[in-house]
């Protein structure tokens, strides 16, 4: 049974919290022994076995580990944790309650958390934001915490037609955008734009993935929404002066001015984001 009560290595409040739990807190990313095997590596100090593919590793806790063995640690690399398919195991930040790992978690570099035992064997999809390519820029662009300090007042309701709403735009709205280049080089430059816009963005996944499998959790989790929208503004900052620069004036031929009504809804999402973003 999992114990709901917020408690962690650094809280005052700490009702269950014994000597063993915080003589075994430990922090990851030192030398440990290994064992190799092409790009699976089983780790002999660590509760999980790994793959490590192209953007991201692989981790999978096998059912008849010993709870004992999850301990309270923290990570030396900002990193973003999904499950890989249902699952009832839990993750647990320092003076927070257990939360699912079947949405997204953010867990900032030097924050304690530990996983919690559920049924079956979890296998979770870990990406290090350090480790992405040019990581000072991507670090920014998907976690900014800072930037993006949710408003409180906004209900989850707003937050999600907000989310529907863009992915909309970039999708659906922007689908004939190829076809409305001024020229062979506006058109080669929005094609490039189109590409870009559907790369993945956050733990392997394009931000149509993320709204698809997480739309009702995200409004509920302040630094997974932080997240996307560091994304959202990122893609808007790209995405205004190319439809301003490359994209046809005038209406089209069957009457419809598409460069006006794309600035009118790119104008009506950053307004949106404003009053998402405190």
């Known amino acids: 049974m999992v114990n709901n009560k917020i408690i962690g290595p650094n809280s005052i409040i700490n009702f269950d919290f014994n000597q063993k739990e915080i003589n075994s807190k ?8 290994s064992l190799h ?16 593919e192209e953007k991201y590793l692989v981790r999978t806790f ?22 890989l398919g249902d699952t009832d195991w839990m993750i647990q930040m320092d003076n927070e309650l257990p939360r699912p790992l079947t949405e997204m978690v953010y867990i900032p570099k030097n924050t304690y958390h530990r996983v919690i035992k559920g ?15 040019n990581p000072s820029k991507e670090v920014r662009n998907i976690i900014d915490i800072t930037e993006n300090k949710i408003n409180e007042a906004v209900d989850a309701k707003f937050v999600k037609d ?7 735009l970039m999708s659906l709205n922007f689908s004939q955008i190829t076809k409305m280049g001024k020229d062979e080089k506006a058109t080669n430059e929005l094609k490039a734009m189109m590409e870009r816009i559907r790369k993945p963005i956050i733990n392997g996944q394009t931000y149509f993935e993320i709204i698809k499998d997480n739309i009702n959790t995200i409004p509920n989790n ?6 996307i929208l560091s994304q959202v503004k990122n893609f808007i900052e790209y995405i205004k002066p190319r439809v301003e620069r490359f994209v046809k004036d005038g209406p ?16 009506k999402i950053k307004e949106d984001y404003i009053k ?3």
């Open 26 to 33: 430990i922090d990851t990313g030192a030398e440990t022994n």
């Open 119 to 133: 049924t079956g064997d979890l296998k979770v999809r870990v990406n290090k934001l350090t480790e992405i390519s």
């Open 222 to 227: 302040p630094k997974l929404l932080s997240a």
């Open 162 to 168: 907000f989310l529907i709403d863009f992915g909309a």
């Open 37 to 52: 095997s092409n790009n699976f590596l089983v780790d002999v100090s660590k509760p999980y076995t790994e793959l490590k």
């Open 62 to 83: 096998n059912e008849n580990i010993d709870s004992e063995e999850l301990v309270w640690h923290r990570d030396m690399e900002d990193r973003i944790v999904k499950s």
């Open 252 to 267: 089209a031929t069957n009457g419809v001015n598409y460069k006006e009504s794309w600035l009118v809804r790119i104008k």
């Open 276 to 278: 998402i973003v405190s």
